[in-house]
């Protein structure tokens, strides 16, 4: 079997809900992604590319018909390069990154394209669809922005808790403080910012529709502004707006291919996939479920956390993030030192995408070898994938 390899990643900025990016239609946000990907590898044949995976939570809307197919035909992709869409709900990018890697590993493809989208702005109010005609009763539209939608009512009602009060539940079973919730949340938009500021992200992310940055980051916050927000689920509970991921908009994706096709590519691989981990738990502990995720992943990969040199765990709620840390046992200096979901934003399809293209510059950054990204899903399941660093800066002083 052939090693898989991450050669470039690329995104746009994260925009807020309603915000820069609320004109944009997600296929086009998505078709922005893939051609400035590719753009990062102007000697490439795009006939080349043996398939487009794309994640996208939603498809309620300007999503729907294969995203990803319709990405690829908007940045221009010759009519014979095939795509699909896959959704894993907030991991679907990540998904689509390790299907692409198992592809290349199978020798079903050399090269692969991996990514996702989500307009949440844009996402749709839809209406169950009546049984017969005019039906002489009323009818709700619901929101397909986030969370659950036309719950099947065999569901057990523990199940299918808003996602804020499955992660007030998780504080519980914990008890991670507010003050430990706001501090982390703080520390996310400080390093963000201080990322932006540094041109880390410079070349990761592509100007789009005149928004430069990520458009949640708030330099100015800390855990005492924090604190005076008010809860968003309970009214005695811990998490706020502040600590939280925001409502986002925006794409993402990798460039994945064979070591045998770095000549045709144009480029040197920067990351090696070294393993991949899933995991599913009870729905509403959805966001603990990173742990043993991440625990299968380096395992397949032949390695523990004490070789882990940089994490990058999608922060969901600042809760969440927090309690697989402390499961997981590692440095927490280590974990999302360019900021994470809390000051960049989590546009759900897109956010696993990200991962992967900050924790290989971060490793690159670091001189560190081995990496790990993972991210929580709603219903109670998670991703993971360690990435092997395979630049000649590993472990250089």
């Not at 394209?113 to 009546?130: D, I, Y």
Request: proline share 6%.
């Amino acid at each position: 079997m052939s090693d898989a390899y991450l050669y470039a990643a690329a995104r746009t900025p994260f925009g807020r809900f309603n915000g820069a990016l609320a004109g944009v239609r997600p296929d086009d946000l998505a078709a922005t992604a893939l051609a400035g990907l590719l753009g990062k590898a102007p000697g490439l044949d795009r006939a080349a590319i043996g398939d487009v995976v794309w994640g996208n939570a939603n498809g309620a809307g300007e999503d729907n018909r294969n995203v990803g197919r319709m990405a690829a035909l908007l940045a221009g992709l010759p009519v014979c390069v095939p795509a699909t869409t896959v959704n894993r709900l907030c991991g679907s990018s990540l998904d689509a990154a390790i299907m692409a890697s198992r592809t290349l590993e199978s020798g079903d493809a050399d090269i692969v394209v991996a990514g996702g989208v989500e307009s949440m702005t844009r996402a749709p109010w839809v209406l169950p669809k009546p049984d017969r005609a005019f039906p002489a009763r009323d009818v709700t539209a619901v929101s397909t922005t986030l969370g659950w939608r036309l719950v099947n009512p065999a569901m057990p009602g523990e199940w299918t808790v808003s996602l804020g009060e499955g992660n007030e539940l998780l504080q519980e079973r914990f008890s991670i403080s507010r003050e430990r919730q706001d501090e982390f949340a703080a520390r996310s938009h400080r390093l963000a910012a201080a990322a932006w500021d540094d041109g880390f992200y410079d070349d990761l992310v592509l100007p789009t529709e005149g928004l430069a940055r990520d458009e949640s980051i708030r330099p100015g916050t800390d855990p005492a502004k924090l604190a005076g927000l008010g809860p968003a689920f309970r009214p005695d509970g811990t998490i706020t707006a502040g600590n939280a991921s925001p409502l986002s908009d925006g794409a993402s994706a990798v460039l994945l291919g064979t070591g045998a096709a770095a000549g045709r590519i144009g480029l040197r691989p920067v990351a090696r996939v070294a393993g991949r981990g899933v995991h599913a738990v009870e729905p509403q502990m959805f966001g603990f479920a990173p742990v043993e995720a991440a625990g299968k992943a380096l395992r397949r990969a032949g390695i523990g956390w004490g070789d882990v040199g940089a994490v990058e765990l999608n922060e969901a709620f600042a809760v969440q993030s927090l309690a697989c840390v402390d499961a997981w046992g590692v440095d927490p200096e280590i974990v999302n030192t360019r900021g994470g979901a809390i000051a960049l934003g989590h546009p759900l399809g897109a956010s696993g995408g990200r991962l992967l293209g900050t924790l290989a510059e971060v490793l690159r950054e670091r001189r560190e070898r081995w990496g790990v990204a993972a991210v929580c899903i709603g219903v109670g399941q998670a991703l993971a994938v360690v990435l092997e660093n395979v630049t000649d800066e590993v472990g250089q002083a």
